[in-house]
């Protein structure tokens, strides 16, 4: 059964939820993404600090160096389940492409992720054709993509956040993250359940991050996209413009 | 119906080392008592999935306590002798005495020296309110979602196999237990009679490996449905859903048996996540 089928029934009256409540959820929510954004952005200006503007490209162990700005991160969000950097090919001089992935690891701290990128392998991981590289490199800005479960990486369930590495007007590539989402819950969540209304946080394609509300459960996709012209809905607000996410407070507790 | 041949198939020891396999006489004897595959003939062990890795003396030893947590041994039973359970557990008799010994420390087994001694079950620790609490605030909402879409598979396919498979005694036990459950008291006896009730659909179900699933997961879960909440399951309600359920198999109504189960255990998802909900929020 579909969330809108399930909210089309049983049908009780509104809690009506202030302006000010809302606003200060959107804003949380908001904050949640923007700490991500922070560090990804904390890494791609190490990254930045290294290059050399007009001068010579990146070697991979170049890139090699800047791996203490990864586990810096890795070790300040604890849901971050890895994290790295994703070369754009004209930033590289020795390899066609790089990529530059780490994990956490129980044992060892952190480990490599270790994948074929070289195009025309044929276990490539074409990273060039992943919607968080695209977006991060050709129209310069923050992206977010999923909830999804990553399977060449770790079959965790994640949100790939992606920020782009810019110097000189040259995007270099991107600083990207794989967020749990079984940690990071506990950040866009709290926000959610001081909302006396059943609210729910969908990303761009219409898919739950998460709600308030047993009824609508991590992953599931809304058939149509919330709007406050249907009555089901009391208030629709978008979180963050760039990352497509929007909060969603119904009209009725679900049943 | 279950050929022998299948059976002898099925109990092939997974993962033993091959100078643990138990001797062809024992083998014959435990095909013969699965035949009836019945929750209380059953070998349990059997059921418990060999384990690989580093911590297999703990692996090992949480399989063991989530059987005992379950009533699945009953209290005073003598455990297989520690050669026999190693060899169905494919571990070394080593890492099973740590295990027992863990066991021992958390007070699940006893161990009596001397001419008839051996491990002994002490029987379920209770569930403290409090634990079960702390338990469902660390888990996530993404991992309840995850662990009720598997139970619904499970459950699902269960209930559907069950209704073509089982046997009159099967369902006749079926009706007690939910019966048991309609009228239980405590958290221990809901999570007793509503997780072997899990179990006994799958072994009505014939299947080794579902039933095997449904003991990881009623052992991993079980008695989490019954978190003390405001939005607390009735036994008597969820009672109600196991005898509908039962009807259905014993109807031989695959599909509706079927949606059934699925439904039920979308509904125990649904508690599960409310009552996270309600523990998380201020």
């Known amino acids: 059964m579909t969330a809108i089928a399930q909210a089309s029934s049983h049908r009780r009256p509104a809690s009506p939820v202030s302006h000010a409540a809302l606003k200060q959820c959107v804003d949380a929510v908001g904050a949640a993404a923007d700490g991500v954004r922070d560090a990804l952005a904390t890494m791609a200006a190490a990254m930045v600090d290294a290059w050399d503007v007009g001068g010579r490209r990146f070697t991979v162990a170049d890139i090699a160096a800047l791996q203490p700005h990864i586990f810096e991160q890795l070790d300040r969000q604890p849901w971050f389940d890895s994290a790295g950097y994703v070369m754009s090919e004209p930033a590289l001089a020795d390899q066609p492409r790089h990529l530059e992935w780490w994990r956490r690891d129980q044992r060892y701290s952190y480990l490599p992720l270790v994948l074929t990128v070289e195009p025309g392998a044929p276990d490539c991981y074409d990273y060039y054709t992943m919607e968080w590289f695209l977006a991060a490199l050709n129209e310069q800005r923050r992206f977010a993509s999923g909830p999804k479960i990553d399977l060449p990486c770790a079959d965790v369930y994640i949100i790939t956040f992606s920020y782009p590495v810019i110097a000189g007007g040259e995007v270099l590539g991107v600083a990207a993250a794989d967020v749990a989402l079984s940690r990071y819950e506990s950040q866009v969540r709290p926000p959610l359940q001081q909302i006396a209304a059943p609210t729910v946080l969908l990303n761009g394609e219409r898919r739950v991050i998460t709600s308030n509300d047993p009824a609508w459960t991590t992953g599931e996709k809304f058939r149509e996209l919330p709007v406050v012209a249907n009555p089901e809905w009391q208030a629709v607000e978008s979180v963050t413009d760039e990352l497509g996410w929007i909060l969603a407070v119904g009209c009725a507790p679900q049943p | ?282």
């Open chain 2, 1 to 282: 119906m279950f050929s022998g041949q299948a059976v002898r198939v099925n109990a092939l020891r997974r993962g033993a080392e091959p100078w643990l396999t138990v001797p062809q006489r024992a083998e014959e004897e435990y095909v013969a008592r699965v035949m009836t595959l019945s929750l209380n003939e059953v070998s349990i062990a059997q059921l418990l999935v060999p384990v690989t890795g580093s911590c297999l003396a703990d692996s090992v030893g949480q399989q063991l306590a989530d059987a005992i947590q379950l009533g699945l041994f009953a209290k005073g039973e003598q455990l297989p002798s520690e050669y026999v359970l190693a060899g169905q557990l494919g571990v070394s008799t080593l890492t099973l005495r740590e295990a027992l010994a863990a066991l021992r420390n958390r007070g699940l087994v006893e161990t009596r020296r001397g001419r008839n001694g051996g491990s002994f079950v002490c029987g379920p620790s209770p569930a403290p309110a409090a634990r079960l609490r702390a338990r469902l605030r660390e888990l996530s909402a993404v991992e309840l979602r995850d662990l009720g879409d598997e139970w619904t598979a499970i459950a699902g396919t269960t209930a559907r196999l069950a209704a073509s498979r089982s046997s009159d005694d099967q369902i006749a036990r079926l009706r007690s237990l939910a019966d048991e459950l309609a009228v239980s008291k405590s958290i221990s006896t809901h999570t007793r009679a509503n997780s072997r009730f899990a179990i006994e659909l799958a072994l009505a179900a014939q299947s080794e490996r579902l039933t095997r699933a449904e003991v990881r997961l009623q052992g991993e879960s079980g008695e989490l449905l019954w978190t003390p909440s405001a939005k607390a399951l009735r036994p008597d309600e969820v009672a109600a859903d196991l005898h509908r359920i039962v009807d259905a198999v014993a109807d031989e109504d695959m599909e509706l048996s079927r949606t059934l189960a699925e439904t039920r255990t979308q509904r125990n998802l649904r508690f599960l996540i409310a009552a996270h909900l309600e523990l998380t929020g201020s």
